[in-house]
């Protein structure tokens, strides 16, 4: 058997993993003979006369591997094609703990979603779909349950702040690159997209709890790595991240990944239409998706890339920024739809929801005058 990575994707931990023959024993337990093992991203594809395979290290603990197991299995039960089933190990188990650590594997398929050629509509379809089927066994996942708390309105402010800060630093330095400037002329569009995001988010957490509307198994790492053309159409793989939350918290993840930015929030609404389709939702669950939607957390990724010693080059990180400017003037065109104003009557005595209006029509205002700029 030979051991080979795939090109840059990762650290030299397996081959030592390898050579303590920790790989060789989890491979061993499911009775394969390989003929090849290559590192692929966050997997092992193991190569057999037998058929080639999909291993991976579970992210989760194996209590929850088995619940995600268990949820996975009915959904397919239910029709759920785009799930993968797992392989047995050699004593029939659905998967194997090693060192404290759980694996589970399945058969290896396709290839990786070009995010270019992405069928968007139809992967969304496929999601609502999903989250459908999924709802019912998350429901025996209650343990498992999310809950947006004051932890992540903090850090939520604490990426603002440091936003803020750098911004400040750049008016001291007295001169910017063009990514800089770019940051910097977008100010106040950033600055009210936090204070909506943040404020909204605060307020769900005083007033409901943090407990979504609706809870569903979410994929949690919706992305082109993460779904496959397989021979009988498109495959969700690595439900090892998932978690029982909100059904909006993977819509947020899909429009960031498959809407088009320059079709603007026209674009986000039309797949939100496909997806009410499957799945329709409530009014609240609209407002908490304008919430994920409107926080900036793109932009604060790519500064912190863009700040790191050998980062991005300029020319793309100015191309990025572009992009989430973009996105966050089309979530901006949404949220009419999404978070609509209450009437004058409704308003009267309600304080808090009064200054939640009154963000998102500054977020409204301030992105429609920059228009296209930058």
């Known amino acids: 058997m030979t051991v080979q990575e795939s090109k840059g994707k990762t650290s030299f931990k397996p081959y030592r993993n390898f050579r303590s023959g920790l790989l060789r024993r989890v491979i061993a337990r499911y009775g394969w003979?390989?003929?090849?093992?290559?590192?692929?991203?966050?997997?092992?594809?193991?190569?057999?006369?037998d058929g080639t395979f999909a291993l991976k290290k579970a992210s989760c603990s194996a209590k929850k591997l088995s619940f995600l197991?268990?949820?996975?299995?009915?959904?397919?039960?239910?029709?759920?094609?785009?799930?993968?089933?797992?392989?047995?190990?050699?004593?029939?188990?659905?998967?194997?703990?090693?060192?404290?650590?759980?694996?589970?594997?399945?058969?290896?398929?396709?290839?990786?979603?070009?995010?270019?050629?992405?069928?968007?509509?139809?992967?969304i379809r496929q999601l609502a779909v999903l989250h459908r089927l999924l709802e019912k066994p998350a429901d025996r996942g209650k343990e498992f349950r999310y809950r947006a708390g004051t932890g992540l309105v903090e850090r939520w402010r604490g990426h603002r702040e440091r936003i803020q800060e750098y911004r400040s630093k750049l008016k001291t330095r007295g001169f910017a690159s063009p990514f800089e400037q770019m940051l910097s002329d977008h100010a106040d569009l950033l600055d009210k997209a936090f204070s909506f995001a943040v404020r909204g988010m605060e307020r769900f957490v005083e007033t409901e709890r943090g407990i979504p509307p609706r809870y569903t198994l979410c994929h949690g790492r919706i992305h082109p790595h993460n779904i496959l053309k397989g021979d009988r159409g498109w495959i969700w793989i690595d439900w090892d991240h998932a978690r029982v939350d909100?059904?909006?918290?993977?819509?947020?993840?899909?429009?960031?990944?498959?809407?088009?930015?320059s079709e603007g929030g026209s674009g986000i609404l039309s797949l939100l239409e496909v997806y009410e389709q499957e799945r329709k939702l409530s009014r609240k669950e609209k407002k908490l998706l304008a919430l994920y939607l409107a926080y900036p957390d793109g932009i604060g990724e790519l500064l912190r890339q863009y700040r790191k010693p050998g980062g991005i080059a300029e020319a793309e990180a100015v191309r990025r920024l572009r992009l989430e400017l973009d996105r966050l003037r089309g979530v901006r065109e949404t949220l009419g739809e999404l978070w609509p104003k209450r009437s004058a009557h409704q308003r009267a005595g309600k304080g808090s929801a009064a200054k939640e209006n009154a963000a998102v029509a500054a977020v409204q205002s301030r992105a429609g005058k920059k228009g296209n700029a930058g």
């Open 33 to 49: 003979n390989p003929v090849q093992v290559t590192r692929v991203r966050g997997a092992w594809r193991v190569e057999t006369e």
């Open 69 to 123: 197991h268990q949820a996975v299995e009915e959904a397919r039960s239910q029709g759920g094609d785009a799930l993968l089933p797992w392989i047995p190990t050699g004593k029939g188990r659905p998967f194997l703990e090693e060192r404290g650590r759980a694996w589970y594997a399945t058969r290896w398929s396709g290839g990786v979603l070009d995010p270019r050629d992405a069928p968007a509509e139809e992967l």
């Open 246 to 261: 909100s059904p909006v918290r993977d819509l947020a993840l899909f429009f960031r990944q498959f809407s088009d930015p």
